[in-house]
Protein backbone atom coordinates (compact mmCIF):
# COMPACT_ATOMS: atom_id res chain seq x y z
CA UNK A 1 0.00 0.00 0.00
CA UNK A 2 1.53 3.82 -0.99
CA UNK A 3 2.24 6.15 1.94
CA UNK A 4 3.20 9.48 1.91
CA UNK A 5 6.82 10.36 2.34
CA UNK A 6 8.08 10.65 5.59
CA UNK A 7 8.22 14.42 5.73
CA UNK A 8 5.14 14.73 4.15
CA UNK A 9 3.24 12.07 6.59
CA UNK A 10 5.03 14.58 9.43
CA UNK A 11 3.05 17.47 8.45
CA UNK A 12 0.10 15.57 7.92
CA UNK A 13 0.27 13.66 11.50
CA UNK A 14 1.08 17.83 13.28
CA UNK A 15 -1.86 19.53 11.43
CA UNK A 16 -4.44 16.24 12.17
CA UNK A 17 -2.89 17.04 15.87
CA UNK A 18 -3.76 20.47 15.81
CA UNK A 19 -7.55 19.99 14.34
CA UNK A 20 -10.23 18.52 16.81
CA UNK A 21 -12.18 14.90 16.22
CA UNK A 22 -15.10 16.38 14.03
CA UNK A 23 -18.10 14.28 13.42
CA UNK A 24 -16.71 11.60 16.07
CA UNK A 25 -16.34 13.17 19.56
CA UNK A 26 -17.33 16.78 18.66
CA UNK A 27 -20.18 17.79 16.61
CA UNK A 28 -21.27 20.53 18.25
CA UNK A 29 -20.78 23.61 15.85
CA UNK A 30 -20.09 25.83 18.88
CA UNK A 31 -17.99 24.05 20.32
CA UNK A 32 -15.70 23.60 17.33
CA UNK A 33 -15.57 27.01 16.31
CA UNK A 34 -14.50 27.75 20.19
CA UNK A 35 -11.72 25.50 19.70
CA UNK A 36 -10.52 27.51 16.58
CA UNK A 37 -10.98 30.22 18.23
CA UNK A 38 -8.58 29.72 21.39
CA UNK A 39 -5.80 27.74 19.34
CA UNK A 40 -3.00 30.62 18.91
CA UNK A 41 -2.57 32.67 16.33
CA UNK A 42 0.91 32.45 14.26
CA UNK A 43 3.66 35.37 15.39
CA UNK A 44 5.24 35.83 12.27
CA UNK A 45 4.40 38.72 10.58
CA UNK A 46 1.90 38.88 6.95
CA UNK A 47 3.36 38.41 4.09
CA UNK A 48 2.85 42.28 2.30
CA UNK A 49 0.70 43.08 0.21
CA UNK A 50 0.26 47.12 -0.93
CA UNK A 51 -3.20 47.30 0.63
CA UNK A 52 -5.63 45.37 2.10
CA UNK A 53 -9.17 46.23 3.24
CA UNK A 54 -12.20 44.52 4.45
CA UNK A 55 -14.90 45.92 2.07
CA UNK A 56 -18.68 45.16 1.97
CA UNK A 57 -19.69 44.08 -1.48
CA UNK A 58 -23.99 44.10 -1.72
CA UNK A 59 -24.04 43.07 1.83
CA UNK A 60 -21.45 40.23 1.67
CA UNK A 61 -18.02 41.03 2.98
CA UNK A 62 -15.11 40.61 1.59
CA UNK A 63 -11.40 41.63 1.89
CA UNK A 64 -9.52 42.48 -0.83
CA UNK A 65 -5.57 42.38 -1.58
CA UNK A 66 -4.35 44.64 -3.96
CA UNK A 67 -0.86 44.08 -4.74
CA UNK A 68 -1.18 47.46 -7.09
CA UNK A 69 0.55 46.56 -9.67
CA UNK A 70 -0.92 48.02 -12.76
CA UNK A 71 -3.98 49.59 -12.57
CA UNK A 72 -5.97 47.35 -14.74
CA UNK A 73 -5.18 44.56 -13.47
CA UNK A 74 -7.07 41.26 -12.86
CA UNK A 75 -9.44 40.26 -10.21
CA UNK A 76 -9.68 36.83 -8.54
CA UNK A 77 -13.18 36.19 -6.59
CA UNK A 78 -11.57 33.46 -4.28
CA UNK A 79 -13.73 30.92 -1.95
CA UNK A 80 -12.45 29.77 1.28
CA UNK A 81 -12.54 25.91 2.05
CA UNK A 82 -13.69 24.76 5.33
CA UNK A 83 -16.76 22.36 4.50
CA UNK A 84 -18.94 25.12 3.97
CA UNK A 85 -18.78 25.09 8.42
CA UNK A 86 -15.40 26.31 9.25
CA UNK A 87 -12.96 28.85 7.77
CA UNK A 88 -13.34 32.61 7.58
CA UNK A 89 -11.23 35.49 5.81
CA UNK A 90 -8.46 35.38 8.60
CA UNK A 91 -8.02 31.53 8.32
CA UNK A 92 -7.14 31.91 4.58
CA UNK A 93 -5.36 35.77 4.53
CA UNK A 94 -1.95 33.98 3.81
CA UNK A 95 -3.02 32.20 1.21
CA UNK A 96 -4.75 34.98 -0.03
CA UNK A 97 -2.25 37.35 -0.17
CA UNK A 98 0.06 34.71 -1.69
CA UNK A 99 -2.36 34.32 -4.28
CA UNK A 100 -2.15 38.36 -5.40
CA UNK A 101 1.25 39.00 -4.87
CA UNK A 102 2.21 36.03 -7.20
CA UNK A 103 -0.42 36.58 -9.61
CA UNK A 104 -0.24 40.28 -9.97
CA UNK A 105 -4.19 40.41 -9.71
CA UNK A 106 -6.37 42.06 -7.05
CA UNK A 107 -8.18 38.78 -5.20
CA UNK A 108 -10.97 39.55 -3.10
CA UNK A 109 -11.92 36.81 -0.51
CA UNK A 110 -15.56 36.38 0.39
CA UNK A 111 -16.54 35.68 3.74
CA UNK A 112 -20.14 34.14 2.58
CA UNK A 113 -22.60 32.42 5.26
CA UNK A 114 -21.45 29.02 6.62
CA UNK A 115 -23.76 25.90 7.41
CA UNK A 116 -25.28 24.69 9.58
CA UNK A 117 -26.83 28.18 10.54
CA UNK A 118 -27.00 29.04 7.00
CA UNK A 119 -27.50 25.75 4.61
CA UNK A 120 -27.59 25.64 0.76
CA UNK A 121 -27.88 28.53 -1.35
CA UNK A 122 -26.72 30.87 1.28
CA UNK A 123 -23.30 29.98 0.06
CA UNK A 124 -23.60 30.01 -3.56
CA UNK A 125 -26.07 33.26 -3.13
CA UNK A 126 -23.27 35.16 -1.48
CA UNK A 127 -20.62 34.46 -3.51
CA UNK A 128 -22.52 35.43 -6.53
CA UNK A 129 -23.33 38.58 -5.12
CA UNK A 130 -20.06 39.41 -4.05
CA UNK A 131 -18.86 38.30 -7.80
CA UNK A 132 -21.28 40.63 -9.22
CA UNK A 133 -20.41 43.54 -6.81
CA UNK A 134 -16.95 42.92 -8.05
CA UNK A 135 -17.45 43.00 -11.63
CA UNK A 136 -19.30 46.20 -10.94
CA UNK A 137 -16.35 47.81 -9.04
CA UNK A 138 -13.92 46.87 -11.59
CA UNK A 139 -15.80 46.73 -15.16
CA UNK A 140 -13.49 45.88 -18.26
CA UNK A 141 -11.58 43.59 -15.37
CA UNK A 142 -10.81 39.97 -16.40
CA UNK A 143 -11.83 37.51 -13.64
CA UNK A 144 -10.91 34.92 -12.57
CA UNK A 145 -12.79 32.58 -9.95
CA UNK A 146 -10.21 30.21 -7.32
CA UNK A 147 -10.85 28.37 -4.25
CA UNK A 148 -10.05 25.50 -2.26
CA UNK A 149 -11.42 22.39 -1.15
CA UNK A 150 -15.75 24.00 -0.46
CA UNK A 151 -14.42 26.53 -1.95
CA UNK A 152 -13.61 25.36 -5.01
CA UNK A 153 -17.00 24.40 -4.92
CA UNK A 154 -18.29 27.12 -4.53
CA UNK A 155 -15.98 28.62 -7.17
CA UNK A 156 -17.09 26.25 -9.76
CA UNK A 157 -20.80 27.07 -9.74
CA UNK A 158 -20.15 30.61 -9.55
CA UNK A 159 -19.57 29.77 -13.22
CA UNK A 160 -22.90 28.02 -13.72
CA UNK A 161 -24.55 31.12 -12.03
CA UNK A 162 -22.54 33.48 -13.90
CA UNK A 163 -23.51 31.24 -16.97
CA UNK A 164 -27.50 30.33 -16.24
CA UNK A 165 -27.53 34.21 -15.29
CA UNK A 166 -26.01 36.27 -18.15
CA UNK A 167 -22.68 37.53 -16.19
CA UNK A 168 -21.01 38.52 -15.19
CA UNK A 169 -18.47 36.88 -17.45
CA UNK A 170 -15.83 34.80 -16.11
CA UNK A 171 -12.64 34.56 -17.67
CA UNK A 172 -11.13 31.02 -15.76
CA UNK A 173 -11.39 29.03 -12.93
CA UNK A 174 -9.35 27.70 -10.84
CA UNK A 175 -10.08 24.69 -8.31
CA UNK A 176 -8.03 23.47 -5.69
CA UNK A 177 -8.91 19.70 -4.61
CA UNK A 178 -12.55 20.47 -4.84
CA UNK A 179 -15.38 19.19 -3.01
CA UNK A 180 -18.26 18.49 -5.51
CA UNK A 181 -19.76 15.45 -4.45
CA UNK A 182 -22.28 15.03 -1.23
CA UNK A 183 -22.73 10.93 -2.38
CA UNK A 184 -18.73 10.64 -1.87
CA UNK A 185 -19.24 7.42 -3.15
CA UNK A 186 -16.01 7.52 -5.83
CA UNK A 187 -12.91 5.09 -4.57
CA UNK A 188 -11.01 7.70 -3.02
CA UNK A 189 -12.96 8.12 -0.50
CA UNK A 190 -12.40 4.49 1.33
CA UNK A 191 -9.01 4.46 0.41
CA UNK A 192 -8.51 7.98 2.04
CA UNK A 193 -10.95 7.58 4.99
CA UNK A 194 -8.78 8.33 7.77
CA UNK A 195 -5.20 8.83 8.24
CA UNK A 196 -4.78 11.94 5.67
CA UNK A 197 -5.89 14.86 7.78
CA UNK A 198 -9.07 15.23 5.90
CA UNK A 199 -11.43 12.35 6.86
CA UNK A 200 -14.76 10.45 6.02
CA UNK A 201 -16.25 11.70 8.93
CA UNK A 202 -15.56 15.33 8.43
CA UNK A 203 -16.86 14.71 4.82
CA UNK A 204 -19.89 13.50 5.80
CA UNK A 205 -20.16 15.81 8.45
CA UNK A 206 -19.92 18.80 6.32
CA UNK A 207 -22.17 17.74 3.48
CA UNK A 208 -24.68 16.90 6.52
CA UNK A 209 -24.71 20.68 7.79
CA UNK A 210 -24.67 22.12 4.10
CA UNK A 211 -27.11 20.24 2.48
CA UNK A 212 -29.57 19.23 5.44
CA UNK A 213 -32.48 19.16 2.57
CA UNK A 214 -32.19 15.45 0.90
CA UNK A 215 -33.44 17.31 -2.58
CA UNK A 216 -30.97 19.89 -2.62
CA UNK A 217 -27.72 16.79 -3.33
CA UNK A 218 -29.33 16.78 -7.11
CA UNK A 219 -28.74 20.60 -7.38
CA UNK A 220 -26.01 21.23 -9.85
CA UNK A 221 -25.48 24.54 -7.55
CA UNK A 222 -24.78 22.43 -4.50
CA UNK A 223 -23.62 18.99 -6.02
CA UNK A 224 -21.75 19.84 -9.79
CA UNK A 225 -20.78 16.40 -10.65
CA UNK A 226 -24.74 15.48 -9.83
CA UNK A 227 -25.04 15.70 -13.89
CA UNK A 228 -24.71 18.99 -14.02
CA UNK A 229 -24.42 20.98 -18.03
CA UNK A 230 -21.02 21.69 -17.87
CA UNK A 231 -20.89 23.69 -21.34
CA UNK A 232 -20.23 26.87 -22.24
CA UNK A 233 -17.92 27.57 -18.86
CA UNK A 234 -14.50 29.02 -18.83
CA UNK A 235 -11.37 27.19 -19.01
CA UNK A 236 -10.57 25.27 -15.58
CA UNK A 237 -7.15 24.42 -13.87
CA UNK A 238 -8.12 21.77 -11.13
CA UNK A 239 -5.42 20.60 -8.69
CA UNK A 240 -5.81 17.34 -6.99
CA UNK A 241 -3.48 15.03 -4.02
CA UNK A 242 -3.39 11.43 -4.12
CA UNK A 243 -3.87 10.67 -0.47
CA UNK A 244 -7.09 13.13 -0.18
CA UNK A 245 -10.34 11.55 0.11
CA UNK A 246 -11.34 14.30 -2.50
CA UNK A 247 -8.43 13.35 -5.11
CA UNK A 248 -11.25 11.18 -7.50
CA UNK A 249 -13.99 13.91 -7.03
CA UNK A 250 -11.69 16.47 -8.51
CA UNK A 251 -10.22 13.67 -11.16
CA UNK A 252 -13.62 13.17 -12.24
CA UNK A 253 -14.93 17.05 -12.75
CA UNK A 254 -11.24 17.64 -15.00
CA UNK A 255 -12.66 14.39 -16.80
CA UNK A 256 -16.59 16.01 -16.99
CA UNK A 257 -15.35 19.31 -18.53
CA UNK A 258 -13.15 18.10 -21.20
CA UNK A 259 -16.07 16.04 -22.22
CA UNK A 260 -18.09 19.23 -21.90
CA UNK A 261 -15.62 21.08 -24.40
CA UNK A 262 -14.67 23.29 -21.63
CA UNK A 263 -10.68 23.51 -21.84
CA UNK A 264 -8.86 21.34 -18.55
CA UNK A 265 -5.20 21.87 -17.03
CA UNK A 266 -5.33 19.37 -14.54
CA UNK A 267 -2.64 18.97 -12.18
CA UNK A 268 -2.34 15.87 -10.04
CA UNK A 269 -0.12 15.65 -6.74
CA UNK A 270 0.04 11.64 -6.04
CA UNK A 271 2.39 12.37 -2.93
CA UNK A 272 0.26 14.80 -1.40
CA UNK A 273 -2.80 15.59 0.91
CA UNK A 274 -6.22 17.69 1.31
CA UNK A 275 -4.84 20.95 1.66
CA UNK A 276 -1.05 21.04 1.02
CA UNK A 277 -1.09 24.20 -1.15
CA UNK A 278 -1.50 25.84 2.56
CA UNK A 279 1.21 24.18 3.89
CA UNK A 280 4.21 25.77 1.93
CA UNK A 281 5.96 26.89 4.42
CA UNK A 282 6.40 23.67 5.79
CA UNK A 283 6.56 21.11 2.58
CA UNK A 284 9.01 22.30 -0.11
CA UNK A 285 7.22 20.40 -2.76
CA UNK A 286 4.32 22.22 -1.53
CA UNK A 287 5.78 25.37 -2.12
CA UNK A 288 7.12 24.53 -5.42
CA UNK A 289 2.93 22.52 -6.51
CA UNK A 290 1.46 25.95 -5.48
CA UNK A 291 4.25 28.25 -7.09
CA UNK A 292 3.26 26.08 -10.26
CA UNK A 293 -0.65 26.73 -9.65
CA UNK A 294 -0.35 30.36 -9.35
CA UNK A 295 1.77 30.93 -12.42
CA UNK A 296 -0.75 28.72 -13.89
CA UNK A 297 -3.56 31.55 -12.90
CA UNK A 298 -1.57 34.37 -13.75
CA UNK A 299 -0.70 33.09 -17.15
CA UNK A 300 -4.73 32.41 -17.94
CA UNK A 301 -5.54 35.73 -16.61
CA UNK A 302 -3.05 37.24 -18.75
CA UNK A 303 -4.00 35.14 -22.04
CA UNK A 304 -6.99 36.88 -24.47
Known amino acids: MNRPDPEVQAVIDLATAGFPPLATEMTDIAEVRAFFAARPRPDAPPLPVDHVTDRDADG ?21 GGGFVLCDLDSHDAFCRALARATEA ?14 FPAAPEDAYTALSSTAATYPGR ?26 PEIACQALYYPMLDPTR ?3 SHRENAQGYFLTADHLRWYWDAYLPDPAARASPYAAPLAGA ?12 AGFDPLRDDGLAYADALAAAGVPVTAHHHAGMFHGFLSMAGALPAAAEA ?15
Open 185 to 187: SRP
Open 60 to 80: VPVRVYDPRVHATAPVIVFCH
Open 106 to 119: VVVSVDYRRAPEHP
Open 290 to 304: RATAFAALREALAAR
Open 142 to 167: RIAVAGDSAGANLATVLTLLARDRGG
Open 229 to 240: DLSGLPPAQVVT
